[in-house]
């Protein structure tokens, strides 16, 4: 029952296309999502099945799109930059937030729908919250070893790569592209698409008129 309202919602936007957090490159999601739709693959528990799928069948999608790309991402770096200047505390400190933040998501999840948890977790204030913990890794390194900067540019360049695939799929002024993706990559990804003229962002509160 929840499912089908968050189907109901999400049908709101009328999307062309369903981008997914899955290799750009791989055939394992495509395959996975023509055999759902000939009857031979049954849903798991994850998002992209549990939504993508779902909602790329109901409207009659031929096929799914993966956009992910891989990273490498220096924490080591920042890791013993920490150890080596007396702040490990601090640094796992900051590293508990983002645990911290995980179980507060799980804890809201017991005791409300899926689609009361999605709005929870693409709430403003949540996203920038989200974003903020990784501004606390531009306090570990210097000058000479800027080390939690380029951890963020790292990630940064990920996530714009990770733009561009999506950005790939337009193909008309009226495509309408649903993206599917881990919360962490989710204030990244608005930012892009703001700071983007040829594009709009629509987000899941337009489509329940919550804030």
Do not use: C
Not at 12 to 19: C, G, L, V
Not at 79 to 85: C, D, G, L, S
Not at 169 to 185: K, M
């Amino acid at each position: 029952q929840e499912m089908a309202r968050l189907m109901e919602v999400l049908k709101r936007f009328r999307p062309t296309k369903i981008a997914v957090e899955s290799n750009v490159w791989g055939k394992r999601r495509t395959q996975e999502y023509a055999d759902y739709v000939a009857g031979k693959f049954t849903l798991t528990r994850n998002e992209i099945d549990q939504i993508g799928y779902r909602l790329a069948k109901e409207l009659g999608h031929t096929t799914i799109y993966p956009v992910d790309v891989d990273g490498d991402f220096p924490m080591g770096r920042v890791t013993n930059y920490a150890k080596a200047n007396g702040r490990a505390d601090k640094l796992d400190a900051a590293m508990g937030g983002a645990g911290a933040a995980v179980k507060e998501q799980g804890d809201f999840l017991r005791t409300h729908t899926v689609l009361e948890t999605l709005e929870y977790m693409n709430a403003d204030a949540r996203v920038a919250r989200d974003v903020g913990l990784y501004y606390e890794l531009v306090r570990y390194g210097d000058a000479t070893d800027p080390v939690g900067a380029d951890l963020l540019a790292a990630w940064y360049q990920r996530n714009i790569r990770i733009y561009q695939n999506i950005v790939r799929l337009i193909d008309s002024p009226n495509e309408r592209i649903l993206v599917i993706y881990g919360a962490g990559h989710l204030g990244w990804l608005r930012q892009n698409v703001s700071n983007d003229p040829a594009v709009k962002l629509r987000k899941l509160s337009e489509l329940t008129g919550k804030p």
